[in-house]
Each structure stands twice: as structure tokens, then as C-alpha cells.
């Protein structure tokens, strides 16, 4: 796709085509504030509520922008991908809606819940071992048998700028920021936020939060090269994935940051949205509130978003009741 | 307060001036939709976001609206109310913002996060058995001992006026809505979305929902007179009172109708909100959906909104892990 090779950044044309072939199939998501949480971070804090998206999570707007991207041979052969959730529920959605067939390869740890969902799509589900590897080889697998195009959960140019526009509706809707907080796993939507913020609010700082448990776009930022996981666990589990060479490139080229939080602080910040705000937010989701509690960015007095990535999670499996089973 | 007497109608002009009143101290609320709300009950539903109101509960509109209606010498002497949590949370904050002072009487089966929360705005909450008997004596004692003013939870035309201010919005922002679904209990926020219907959308029609186990609105319609509880026992608490005169008699002028639902639709609903729409919903705020869910209103086809009326649950007590404990 133009413009990804070096100087590795997706155009501002290619943004603002994404978000106008996405107007027609996802919510503009509401922007909240929150009494509790300002005076919690002593700062003016925006939550871009991407888990009341379609499919409980950002990720439909990537899936969408990349099914309604392929070509009629490609669409008649079918899309994969693997996911632990939320980009699954969001490709079967997207190919449901794009008139194609979707498969998913899930691990065998997945909430049923999130399984249920994409079944419920009409999509196949293929369980597999919980393991990136398995996961990969399962996906190699499929393509090499079947001819299924695969559709990556972030580091492909089409799910990025589809995941931009989560972004680049706070940025529009919400002015002088001073900065922009996402979570960071793939690292779809961290690229895509910075690249939003490029094109449409340049002074905004955008930061990525990852846990410490799985901090590896961290450490592939402080090496300067890709840095993989060993299958490590964390509450969240949508962000075990690792930066690819796309949002590396992008991230990399924007300078944007990306801080750590601990498991237990990932925990607490889930809980207090729930409890204050109302809003149900996955783990994957809470990261970039538990930056904010837990302090770990100078945010006093000023202006800061974050988009609350995602809602999907098995109400029977609460991380604050767990311990007690 | 005029026009509450026979006929029992405040004026347009009261809900209008009320509204003016909370403008600065309340949320506008959003107004949200859900492609599987909407499915399963074959309709267009329009959630009215209550649970995301300060507070986490529309009960603040009225507190709001009463205490800002004092004279001098009533906010030297302080407010007082009983309420099982949501009215409470609302008195105290409404008291601090005064710049008075609230005691509550809180039944001590009330949920700990509750009674936290309003002891955290500032207010004195006292613990009674949790009877309606015993919290009427306590509140009448303070009265009686201390020379506080009581801001009854619903029975009173200030309160009525202000939690008006709900439907109001809900009515301005959405067109033509065939119905109009709330939780009742004390008949507050009923009594109030009744008469915000008549002056602005007089075509809708207005329905309460409350729990069969807790039905006394709809034996009062029945009789043509005020029934009473004897203490009934549902999961959602927060709809334990009874009709009082003036919501009896706006309800009943007004024609509004009464539907009651069964205790594990309340909890399937709640569940269902939590899932599926990402909003923490309490168990009383789930009535109106299990109406829906459960199509016990005629509504295929229609246009319905419903007041989602608050979000506050004790997140180590839900209802569907319970009978599991």
C-alpha cells in the first residue's frame, strides 16, 4: 500500500478514505468524561468509548476497512486470521457484512463468550493450542490449503488505517489535547492513533500502554528491532500480540512512547471504570486508565484521551473474583 | 407547589424551570442503540442513559431540583431522607453542593458501595433495620429530634419535577416514539416521564415497569387506591417503595400503564446489558428491558425508549454468580 514502505507512513488521503468507507457500518462511538476520574488523575480526561462499538471493540473498524479493500478473487476465496477475540468477532462480522466466508482460529483458552460470538456471525471457528506458534502455523496452514486470504489483527496497512478512525473521531471532536493514550498490543491501534494525531492534531503526544507482564513493544522500541514474546500471561488478553514490521515502522517514525502497567493495577483501574463509570471495559482496556491511577505519565492539569479499546468479557470470569475461587 | 393539588399536574413551566435549575449541576445524558436490543425484541429502542448520570443514577435530578428549591432557613437546619442507596447518594451530593448538610437513613442490607459512596460526599448516614417501618420512624425521630427537613425519595412534586428532566431529554433528542418504558417503584421517575410526555410528545405513550414480586403500582392503578409492600423481596432493591399521593395521582391522571416482570427476566436482562451492551446497569434499571426481552409489550415494529435509570451494583455481588456462592 502507498506510502508504508519507507517513510513507512500510511497518507493522511488513505486515512480520511478508511473513515468515509466505515461511516455506513460503525457507530460513532461517544466521548465521556468522568468527575471520579479527573479528580482520581487531577487532569480533564476524554474516553473514547470504542467498547460501545460494534462487536464490543475497535477492532471492527481495521477488519471492516480491510474486508471492503479485497478484490473480488480474494473475497471469493474466504479470510483468516487468528485472534484470542476481539479482531475474530470483528473479521466475521466484517465478512458477513462484505458477503464472504470467515475463518477463525481461536486458542483454546478463548471466553466461550467470545467464541459464541463469532459463531454467531456465521463464521467457522478452528480452537488450537494457546500459543502464538500454534496459532500462526494453524493460520499457514489454512492459507496453504484452502488458498484463505489472511487478514492480520494489526500489522497490515488496511487494519490500521481502519483503526485510525477511533482516533482521529476524538481528535476532531475534542480539541488541543495534550495527549492520547491507547493501549498496545499488535500495535494496530497505537499506530493508527499516532498516524491520526499526525495528520490532525500534531501537538497531541500519543502513547502506547502495555503491561509489564508483555512488554514487548517497549522493548522492541528500546532495542530499535522487533522484540517477540515468549507466550507470556497477562489479565489482558487481547494484548499479547506482538508489533510487526507495519506498526513498528509507523510507531517507530512518530516517536511515540509507550509505558508499562502492572497486572494488579490493570485489575484495579477495570473495577473503578466499572464501578464509577458505568462502563463495561476489558483488561485489554483498563491499561491505559491504570497508567493514569497509578500516575506513571505527568498528566496533572492538562488535557489528556484514551480510548477504551474494547468491552468483551466472560461475565462468569471477573479478574476481582477470581482470586477467591 | 402549584398545580399539584387536583389535578394533580405540575405545569410545563415547573419541568422547564427545573430543567434550567440542574442544567449546570447534571450530565445531559447519551442517548445509545443496540443492534442486538434491537433485534431481539424487533423493534427501534433508544436507551436513555441514567446509569451514566452523576452519581450513576437519574435520582440525582431530583435531589438536585428539591435541595436548590430551600429557603435559607431549610438549609440551615440540613435535609434528611431514608433510601436504600440511589436517592441517598443523590441527597448527599445535592447537600454538598448546596453547601447543607445531609443525614441519611440507610437500611443496613444496603450494599457497602453504597454506603461508602455517600458517606464520601460528605454526608452522615445512619443504619436502621431494613424494614420500611423501622426507616420511617428513624427519619421521622431526626425530624422530630434534630429539626431536619425531609427530602422524601420520590413523593414530593420538587423531586417529581426534577427526575422529569430525563424524559425530557430523551424526548427532545429522539422523535416520535411510540413508547416510553421506566422503572418504578416510589414513582418519581414515572410520575415525572408522564408528565414530560403530556407537554412534549403527548402521542407516546408511557408505561412503568416493576417487579412482580414488588407489584404495588400496579395493584394501586387496579384498586384506584395506594397499596402498600409488606417488605417484598427482589433483586432489584432499588424499587422497594411505594406510590405515594402525589406520584399516585399524576400517574393516574395521566393514564400511564404498569407492567410487572418476573425476577430471573430482571437478572437475564441485566446480564444481557452488561454483555452485550457494555453498560453496567443495576438490577431496577433492568426492569424495562425484561419487559422488552420478554415481550410483554406489544412493541414489533415500534419505536420504544427506555429510561436506563442507574448503574450502581456492589461488583462483588452479582446477581447471576450468586446462587452459585
Redesign the interface.
Known sequence: MAGLSDPALLSAAALAEAAERLRPHV?RT?V??S?WLDREVGAEVFCKCE??Q?T?AFKLRGALNAVFSLGDDELARGVVAHSSGNHAQALALAARERGTRATLVMPQSAPA?KVAAVRGYGARVILCPPTQAARKETVRRLVAEEGLVEIHSSNDPRIIAGAAGAARELLEEVAELDLLLVPVGGGGLLSGSALAAHYHAPATRVIGVEPAAAATASSSLARGEIVLSNDPRTVADGLLSNLGEHTFAVVRRLGAAVATVEEEAIVTAM?GV????????EPSAAVTVAALLDRRLDVAGRRAGIILSG?N?D??R?P??ETRA
Chains 1, 2 share one sequence.
Do not use: C, Q, S
Not at 466499572?274 to 471495559?281: F, G, Q
Open positions: 457507530h461517544p465521556l468524561r468527575g467498547n460501545l460494534r464490543g463468550v473495577r466499572w464501578e464509577r463509570m458505568k462502563l463495561v471495559i468491552g468479557v461475565l462468569d471477573l476481582w473474583l
